[in-house]
């Protein structure tokens, strides 16, 4: 390949700090490639080049992309930050004796697991998935974006939040246990107290390198910025539009102030794209350019005008599934990519592609659809109609549809026994006659319900035994989201659809969830991905699709002040960027009018394109 004047000005940067600031697809990362060759080249040895990335999978990307771009002779070694400040703990363990325990290090040492445990502890109950994942986020990000938990408790989404802190972090202490977002505080600290072994590993590398710079967080930044001193062979590439990670505290502001610490600071442009068709580029910088907070870069196409950029609005989800499956068709698409905000929405798709047996890889191959509450409580409910009798399976969803049986009924239940059916149990109480009333006609109502194939009893259940109303209350008091749950009940009545009954709707789950989970990307095909996920990589055609209100830009409920909602609209914008510009050939944004038989609005991004297509297209 060869490499264009600017990509070789870049590449050819000696001693000192350098920032690069590029385009997508502008081949930073051949670029960045390219130059760590050559300093081998130049006699360099390649233990004393730190190439920096952003995740585990970009560092094997990178170890991909160097075998394939220069064969020959040993490759040097990509790692993550964590990686990183992972060894150096490692060089404190043997230097004084201390002791770290790593959690995720081993499979009983889990951070879902503590986490589980304090909310047991805190909260006398246990919590669901969405909780969980909602609090580890909020601590690692009060960890990354170096706050105070205290002033963060004021606006923390999880309940008693700095109880939860307080707790997590005095149980690591106790345990001298330390998660990933510690190694980043950790390092800095022992760097302080032992002066030698931060002289050791300055000494250990020559050259420091970071790809895809604008995804640091201060902290992380603080750590390469010390390694590289006094030396400060520093040399970062970023693309600032294309910083996703802003939720994990990754800030791609602290780039720009990087000539105020480094008076000899070289920057260095690629603005040409060979990745995207000239109608992609255009349309994504016009996206783009409608953030505030940015260096202004304009990309300049390398390829062709290529196909129009297609907005399509389909009736329904289905109509939307049948529409990617004709398009590949049609065009014989190969290497094809379909993104989304949210993971949920690859499972109605993923059943779509079952059923027409058309192969794909999912990249994140775990869902939690398979074990989410909504859908956990629609099959306990389903399956109780066929076994009115089991009382522990009752008591755990009684309170959560229509009906006004109280606690201390079902207690007298347990306490009694029931022989036969919970409800005949329940008549033979005592209760007052509105209860009474309202138990025979529940019995009434299960025993239709039994009578339903799939679809139409997760209808019943919603519809009939008011289910949807409890999560509706279930978010407004647990925070939970209420879109989402109301997606997987959607999603289960979609599945069941072509299942006759309990068993035969069980069986298709674990056919689907096999799928997800045993999917492997290949070298072409077609591939799955939320647009976070997609980061990084290229195809043929990218389909964006489910581009609704309810999905994208995905912005808090509660009102936040407009400074940091701005910050927020400008990251799902770049999200959205990031996903435009994965695509080489054609790209389609694709929304369904219809979800669940109601209508939804478009998303704002959907409109803004479509928008925009038409009038390049000079049709006002
Ligand atoms: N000088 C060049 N001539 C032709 N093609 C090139 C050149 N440099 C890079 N490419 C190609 O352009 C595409 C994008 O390159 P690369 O993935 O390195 O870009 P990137 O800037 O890291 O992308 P992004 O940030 O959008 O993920 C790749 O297919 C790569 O092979």
Redesign the pocket.
């Given at each position: 390949?060869?490499?264009?004047d600017e990509?070789l000005k870049a590449m050819g940067h000696g001693e000192g700090p350098a920032l690069v600031l590029?385009v997508?697809?502008?081949?930073?990362?051949?670029m960045l490639l390219s130059r760590t060759k050559r300093l081998m080249n130049e006699g360099v040895d390649r233990k004393k080049i730190l190439t920096i990335t952003f995740s585990k999978a970009s560092a094997r990307d990178l170890g991909l992309r160097y075998k394939n771009l220069f064969a020959e002779g040993p490759a040097p070694s990509f790692s993550t930050i964590h990686s990183f400040c992972y060894s150096v703990l490692k060089n404190d363990e043997r230097r004084r004796g201390t002791s770290y325990t790593l959690i995720e290090s081993n499979r009983a040492l889990s951070k879902w697991r503590i986490a589980t445990d304090l909310w047991k502890e805190i909260m006398h109950k246990s919590p669901n998935e969405e909780q969980v994942e909602t609090l580890l986020r909020e601590i690692s990000y009060v960890k990354n974006k170096v706050l105070d938990p205290k002033e963060y408790n004021k606006e923390a989404a999880t309940p008693l939040f700095l109880k939860f802190y307080t707790a997590y972090e005095g149980l690591k202490r106790d345990r001298q246990w330390i998660d990933f977002d510690d190694m980043i505080t950790l390092v800095p600290e022992i760097f302080k107290q032992d002066p030698g072994l931060l002289r050791a590993v300055r000494a250990t590398y020559d050259y420091i390198q970071v790809d895809e710079g604008q995804d640091t967080s201060k902290g992380q930044l603080a750590i390469i910025e010390a390694v590289a001193k006094p030396k400060n062979n520093l040399f970062i590439v970023a693309?600032d539009d294309?910083s996703i990670y802003g939720f994990r505290g990754a800030d791609f502001r602290e780039l720009l102030h990087l000539n105020e610490r480094y008076e000899n600071l070289s920057l260095y442009y690629?603005s040409r794209n060979?990745?995207s068709q000239e109608k992609i580029i255009s349309l994504s910088s016009a996206f783009i350019e409608q953030n505030k907070a940015r260096y202004q870069k304009t990309p300049v196409a390398v390829k062709g005008p290529g196909p129009e950029v297609r907005a399509v609005e389909l009736t329904n989800l289905d109509k939307q599934y049948a529409f990617i499956a004709s398009e590949i068709e049609k065009h014989e698409l190969k290497d094809v990519a379909v993104l989304y905000r949210n993971h949920v929405s690859s499972i109605g798709l993923v059943e779509f592609l079952e059923r027409e047996n058309i192969a794909f890889a999912a990249k994140e191959r775990k869902s939690r659809f398979f074990r989410h509450w909504v859908l956990q409580d629609l099959m306990t409910i389903y399956e109780f109609s066929q076994n009115p009798a089991d009382l522990a399976a009752f008591s755990t969803f009684y309170y959560k549809i229509r009906g006004y049986l109280s606690k201390k009924m079902i207690e007298a239940l347990e306490k009694k026994g029931v022989g036969g059916s919970v409800f005949d149990a329940l008549s033979d109480l005592k209760l007052p006659d509105y209860a009474a009333r309202d138990v025979r006609a529940l019995k009434r109502d299960f025993q239709h319900l039994k009578t339903l194939a799939p679809a139409e009893a997760f209808r019943f259940i919603q519809k009939d035994l008011e289910y949807e109303q409890y999560i509706a209350s279930h978010a407004a008091t647990f925070g939970s989201s209420k879109t989402t749950s109301m997606r997987i009940l959607y999603y289960a009545k979609y599945i069941a659809k072509n299942t006759d009954d309990y068993h035969s709707f069980i069986g298709r789950l674990k056919t689907l969830d096999r799928l997800m989970q045993g999917s492997r990307a290949g070298e072409k095909g077609l591939v799955l991905s939320t647009l976070h996920g997609a980061?990084?990589l290229?195809f043929d055609a990218v389909f964006i699709m489910d581009l609704n209100a309810d999905a994208i830009p995905s912005l808090p409920k509660t009102p936040v002040d407009p400074a940091e909602e701005m910050r927020l609209l400008e990251e799902e914008r770049r999200l959205f960027y990031v996903g435009m510009?994965r695509a080489k050939e054609r790209l389609y944004l694709l929304r369904p009018r219809h979800v669940d038989r109601e209508s939804v609005p478009p998303s704002e991004f959907f409109i803004w394109s479509k928008d925009a297509i038409v009038s390049a297209r000079g049709e006002h």
């Open positions: 390949m060869k490499l264009t990509q590029a997508p697809g502008s081949g930073k990362t051949t693309d294309q690629l060979f990745r980061k990084g290229e510009t």
